[in-house]
């Protein structure tokens, strides 16, 4: 079997109409639905590309992983998706979006270079890269954002589109009424159509990318699709600019007595310029239609790949695997992007297919289940037929949902999800050291807490009564037994054995008792309390005398 | 300046006369103790050789470091001492014992081999190997204990001692009344004297090779001259087998009530055969002389240490570091080993001499502040001139205290030691999974709470009411806002950020609000929001259009 596991990036898991979104219209995903499982309550390890991403790919929580933000360079010698699923005999590729940047310096005193394949890997976050795009070509006063080549522009300047960087110049802007570029960065532009014939734009160049690979790739492979759509710039192409309008955008879910004493990390999130900007309706208005189209154009081009695969019969031996690195708030809550832990952010979709039929019994089901993004890897490595590494792997394999057998004996009954903002200015408008700019969720199905390292309060939700989360619990007396209750359960967690990486529960087993037998010999007064056999080990072997004159006769004076 | 930093394996703090023995002289140990500062409230960071000394070799707490018991390897890419300091010019060089285990799939994963210099430190806890000898060469039925080749081994072959192992059959063996191998294994050989002279026992092998080092090597160098005594076999040359007897050996601190109700962990301590051995009143009296002949030694050797840089005019330029990994309870508590953390066990020895002027002011002082083992490491960084590194460095610099500066601002409150049992039969008696297996003290100075994972009480100590720590107030009511404060420490600190091992403080602030300057504009609505200037950059860039036909014209309708 052969796992595509495809990710879109920033799609929050309302936007699809298999999970209920009103205006959206997705018969592709929702085709993968029908034959696999939808998790409608799966959530990411942190929300945020990088250490999200870095999660999915090691199977690992954030703070195991270390990569805690955006280009905080995942450390070389971090045991990922791709050791796991080679092991097996499975390759992983890439196509497409990572965020991963190498341990240069780890990279450096290990003496390993991008060039070999080992040092590729480690710079890949394991993958074989068969096209990496990160798709954030931005370039500004002070340089480029991401100094990579980039295969998407390589591709747009053969095609002929002009300058520098046509990522930015047509596939991310439109035209403006004076024939000049109108910049997607500027969300006034959103609802322009992006300068590019559809064909040429990122979606659809991937998904001919992705096609190729599986035309060429000898199996089993697990291939990572990793579309940087629907994030950022917003703006599509015609006709999906227009496809959607503002009567389609749903209404925010957002209160004003959200902004009445709000905790203060939260109140930063919704007074910098993001959280400003996507309070107001316009943007909203603007944005939202263009971020429905980029998911229309996905799924478009999904339709695409199962075309693909049931065409060249692949169908049958192909799991796939539809997700998403974490939400986008979309002005909900009075903030935009990601970044803390509101179901729009936090929330992922998540739609599991395997062809096998020991999946047939849940097939078109959902399954409410607790589920992390860690999760998604460790199924990988089950299909590949590897035992998962708990020494290593701190996700679980969610294939006993897919065969119906209910949820496992001792799984998890809480998430966890994780965000350092020591990078922010917020950081340093809240007086904080980057150590203590760091954020912890735990939801247990019903109550969601956020605890906020550097002094603060937390913030509590109860999604039973409020699943909007409108109403901030985390000061009310009255909540605190539950707060202690979510409390307990951070403690129990931040305690984990995360980095006993190199020892396997076999290895364990294994050194049990052995140095007994290996001749250390702890503990023993004398030869009467071991076996005579293993005693006369210790006996007999001499052939010298090499005491001092004398020596021998005190020591016997003396006992 | 040069780093001497000596380690003895096993080394109780109690056992120096500087540190108030009643009957064991060591004027070398006080000589330096007269120089420099003995810390008196240190400890280790998890009370058994191997992750003490990974957390001694990197500066990190034993569960940032993952090698949590003897043989765990420490994982390849690890940050090590020796790392930091070549960073900044000094070399770090081992002579003895290390008890690091390669991590061999990882090194094979990197494609890394130990025949090269980058892979031998990655297989040698990040040093130079000048000569590594973990002196534990046992052998039973069922093979060797240790695989490596005992350089120490091959110098007593050379010298004449005969047999496949005669680190067993003399270093560690003595002869009894049949002229038979009395091994040191059985304790009640420990009043015998080794069969071996003097000079070639194991602690002048290693003192001559740390003066050829000193002779020899080109610095600044840090040498780790690590010995394996006054660690068992518990036997002694003359002539330090018979300078102590039985009648210096102190009351086991111990009482009846201990082995009343005791916490289950404890319980199995107790129960198991090296508690019921070191319970023995005879065994204390064979084992307790030889240990401290084996200290003396130890001081001796020192002597001849001290007298070398002296005399050699090196005294001035070498800085020196007495301690050790753990200590060893030889009865106290019903236990023997360590593992456990009673001070017996978890608190070292830790004497720091700094030569140069600035420490003159506490040459021959005492400080009692709250000290880790990783704050060793953190204080030769900080020797070697450069700044300690907090994103990888948990410890901290010692150097204040040397100074007469008092206790810096913001040191910490409470002491963390960690002990993992995973791999003890004692796991499977308490029917524990090994991630259960796992031991947590807090100290604050006052309070000592240890904290068991797998659903058992913790137990508590006032060590001002109860310095002997015989009183396990785990259980009282009373006592449980002490519980709760201690829980909290813990809790804090489990929570620390300790593996964002990739990203400085410098790096972060380097970061910060640099993405917008790349081209990253995030909520930005239009370009009237940002500077002319920048916004220009945005524009006029384009030279096609690749709109679909009337594409242009339904956009602008629409808007």
């Not at 991937?206 to 990793?226: D, N, Q, Y």
């Not at 395997?354 to 089950?382: H, N, Q, S, W, Y």
Request: with cysteine; glycine share 8%; net charge negative.
């Amino acid at each position: 079997m052969n796992i595509l596991f495809i990710m879109y990036d920033q799609m929050r898991f309302d936007y699809m109409s298999c999970a209920g979104h009103p205006h959206l219209h997705t018969p592709n995903f929702d085709r993968v639905a029908a034959r696999g499982v939808r998790f409608t309550n799966a959530y990411c390890q942190s929300p945020v590309c990088g250490p999200s991403r870095m999660s999915f790919y090691t199977g690992r929580y954030a703070s195991s992983h270390g990569a805690a933000w955006n280009g905080y360079p995942l450390r070389a010698g971090e045991v990922t998706l791709g050791d796991h699923l080679r092991a097996a005999g499975m390759d992983c590729w890439l196509l497409g979006k990572t965020h991963m940047r190498a341990d240069a310096a780890g990279l450096a005193r290990l003496g390993l270079s991008a060039e070999t394949v080992i040092g590729a890997r480690q710079a890949e976050c394991g993958f074989d890269a068969w096209i990496r795009d990160d798709g954030l070509w931005g370039q500004g006063p002070d340089g480029d954002f991401d100094l990579k080549r980039s295969p998407y522009n390589a591709y747009l300047k053969a095609k002929g589109y002009d300058g520098e960087n046509p990522w930015a110049d047509y596939a991310n802007a439109g035209v403006d009424d004076g024939d000049d570029i109108a910049s997607g960065w500027f969300m006034a532009n959103c609802d322009r159509p992006a300068n590019i014939a559809e064909e040429d734009s990122e979606t659809p160049w991937l998904t001919r990318e992705a096609i190729r690979f599986m035309t060429e790739a000898k199996g089993p492979w697990c291939a990572h699709v990793s579309y940087i759509k629907p994030h950022w710039p917003y703006i599509v192409p015609a006709p999906y600019h227009d496809m959607y309008g503002p009567n389609q955008v749903p209404a925010a879910v957002r209160h004003e007595r959200e902004r009445d004493d709000p905790h203060p990390v939260y109140a930063q999130f919704m007074g910098n310029r993001i959280g400003r900007a996507f309070s107001r309706d316009e943007v909203r208005a603007k944005v939202i239609p263009a971020y429905m189209g980029l998911i229309k154009q996905c799924d478009d081009q999904l339709g695409r790949i199962l075309d693909f695969l049931e065409e060249t019969g692949r169908a049958q031996d192909t799991a796939i695997v539809l997700t998403a690195d974490h939400g986008d708030y979309l002005g909900d809550h009075w903030l935009g992007e990601k970044d803390l832990f509101h179901e729009p952010s936090v929330k992922i979709p998540l739609i599991v297919m395997d062809p096998r039929k020991g999946a047939d019994a849940t097939r078109g089901t959902t399954c409410d289940a607790l589920v992390e993004a860690i999760d998604v890897p460790a199924t990988f490595i089950e299909w590949a037929g590897a035992e998962v590494p708990t020494h290593i792997v701190e996700g679980r394999s969610l294939a006993p949902f897919l065969h119906g057998e209910g949820q496992p004996e001792g799984w998890r009954e809480f998430v966890i999800s994780e965000y350092d903002y020591a990078v922010s200015p917020m950081c340093v408008n809240l007086g904080l050291e980057s150590k203590d700019a760091r954020l912890f969720m735990v939801f247990d199905g019903r109550w969601k807490m956020m605890h906020a390292e550097g002094g603060f309060r937390p913030m509590l939700f109860d999604l039973e009564s409020d699943p909007q989360e409108l109403t901030d619990l985390g000061a009310d007396p009255a909540y605190e037994p539950q707060r202690q209750k979510l409390y307990a359960m951070l403690h129990r967690w931040a305690l984990r054995m995360s980095q006993r990486v190199t020892m396997s529960e076999d290895d364990i087993a294994r050194l049990r008792g052995r140095s007994f037998r290996r001749g250390i010999l702890i503990g023993v007064y004398d030869e009467s309390e071991i076996d005579p056999e293993l005693a006369s080990k210790y006996r007999g072997r001499m052939r010298q005398n090499h005491l001092p004159a004398g020596s021998r006769a005190e020591s016997e004076e003396q006992a």
